[in-house]
């Protein structure tokens, strides 16, 4: 009975510990006003540490767009407290984002090696090192890793896209 309270308690504290020391990843569209932005502009940001994918009505530090043609929104269009919804951006203003709660992926356009080049820049001035994973394939992927938090990465091209995909590492 003591072995299995002890075990318990192992396992409590590791589950605690591991929570704790998570990172997470996440979509952040709040600066883009679909009700006047013609394209979104994509960028990274570390908040704690949690590496989120934003969208914005500026260029930030990545040579990359997202559009639609929903963009922008009329007013009367879409009821704005259903823009709150994490999967808004793809149903009802057709941006190519997909999030859960491991994982966001985004279709950007812009020239594939600019912005590849452009990303891992991005990343290194967050103070996120990227070591790659299998060098020299269709789909560079990475392990990211900083004093915060550590993540998997990934970028292909796909046609005139560029595909980005970032998942918590636990």
Do not use: Q
């Amino acid at each position: 009975m003591k072995f299995r309270n002890v075990l318990i308690t192992l396992g409590l504290f590791s589950f605690i510990l591991g929570s704790a020391s998570a990172s997470g990843v996440g979509f952040d569209a709040s600066a883009l006003d679909v009700f006047e932005a013609e394209e979104a502009y994509v960028d990274f940001v570390l908040d704690g540490d949690t590496l989120l994918i934003i969208l914005d009505d500026v260029e930030g530090a990545l040579p990359a767009t997202m559009t639609s043609d929903f963009l922008p929104l009329e007013e009367d269009s879409v009821d704005e407290t259903l823009l709150d919804n994490r999967d808004a951006m793809a149903l009802y203003v057709g941006l190519p984002v997909s999030e859960d709660p491991f994982s966001v992926t985004v279709r950007v356009e812009g020239n594939h090696a600019e912005v590849a080049e452009a990303v891992l820049a991005r990343l290194a001035a967050l103070g996120i090192t990227c070591n790659e994973c299998f060098i020299g394939g269709p789909i560079a992927s990475y392990n990211l890793t900083s004093d915060v938090g550590s993540w998997s990465f990934s970028m292909y091209e796909n046609a005139a896209e560029t595909v980005l995909h970032i998942r918590a590492t636990y």
